[in-house]
């Protein structure tokens, strides 16, 4: 594995930051975020550079990269004060479980559209009674003549307002049949549109650019087809989706973390109030260098974690560890620059505030900070678990 940017991606990076500073790049953005609604002027940009198609592979139009690549973007986005949720749930969780698990006829479906932009997935596993706790979601999909029929509900879904399909984790076997929790779930698509398929928006506070929703399934028909892999295995291809879910969250994490860092930087630099710039005293300098300092261990680790997936090696403990990191490092840079701001760190004006309810969420998902550490000390230490 090497550290240096491959010159292509020096090239994405930089033309990231060129989009950035263009009408559709970060004043954009930042408009849409903060009325909670989507910047389709960016997203057709990031369309049109070829950035959606990262993960796609080049016979369905896509780029064929990696993860490496797509957590790159993705903190480099976040490090120009920019992030889109649909970029996890659509343009990488549902191009992954598609290309890596997708019948043939599946992929020529979706993964050109996805690559363009044109079509969007949300990412359905969440329910009321099973958040932490996947494995016993309620969703259930039964055999109904040559498909399935879904009756079930799902919460804190992202961006189904932009999606013309869900990629949906449901029980094809209810918890209570099965004698391994991990057997009987199966992953489908299904469209946003279909028959019995309705959404209520859920009143989230996160200065970002999609909604949340709260998703119910009143006996939803399926196609067979609509089946992604083999019923019951979805726990298979599942964590071929959550690890890189857990990557590109760690890295929407640094990379916000580097822009409200940087902001912090260039303000403390400029402002006087005693003889000096207020940079210069270690009361704010030391956080700051704390904070770069935690923001580059964990884009190291993120880095490592995307490797491991690229590379098919097991990299679960990596992920969660680069998501835990990514979000303390965001969190904490986030709030050192609103302390260095003064009064000015709570107004809109100088935005950092702004970032603050989006970092604070990584923290909690897609995957917990306790849930992390529980996996840390069951995988990784071996110890006894509690639940
Ligand atoms: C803005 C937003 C967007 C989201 N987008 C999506 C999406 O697109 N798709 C989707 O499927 N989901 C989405 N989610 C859901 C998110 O993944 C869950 O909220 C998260 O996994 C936590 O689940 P929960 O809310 O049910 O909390 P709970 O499981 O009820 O947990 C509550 C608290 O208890 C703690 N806890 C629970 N069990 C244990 C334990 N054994 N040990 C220690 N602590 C424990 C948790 O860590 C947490 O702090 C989103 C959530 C939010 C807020």
Redesign the pocket.
Known sequence: MSFELAPEEQLMVQAVRELAASPAGRAHWRERALANEFPERLWDALAAAGFLGILVPQEYGGAGLGLREMALLMETLGAEGMAL?LM??STTMSTIALARHGSPEQKRRYLPGLAQGTTRF???????N?????FRLETLATRDGDGYRIRGQ??????VEQAQHCLL?TRTTPARDVTDKRAGLSLFIVDTDAPGFTKQVQD?A?N?T?R?WTLFFDDVRVPRASLIGDEGAGHRYLFDLLNPERVVSAAIATGLGRYVLGRAVAYTRDRKVFSVPIGAHQGLAHPMALAAAHLELAALMTRKAAWLFDNGKPGGAEANVAKMAAADAGLEACDVAIQAHGGNGFTREYEVVTYWPLLR?IK????????I??YIGEHVLGLP???
Do not use: D, H, W
Request: negative net charge; charged residues 15%.
């Open positions: 949720l996890i749930v949300c990412f359905a596993i969440t329910e009321p099973a958040g932490s706790n996947s799902k919460y804190f879904i992202s961006g984790v989230t996160l970002e999609e949340q969420l909690t998902a897609p995957v917990s900070r306790e849930m550490l529980n678990r509690s639940y």
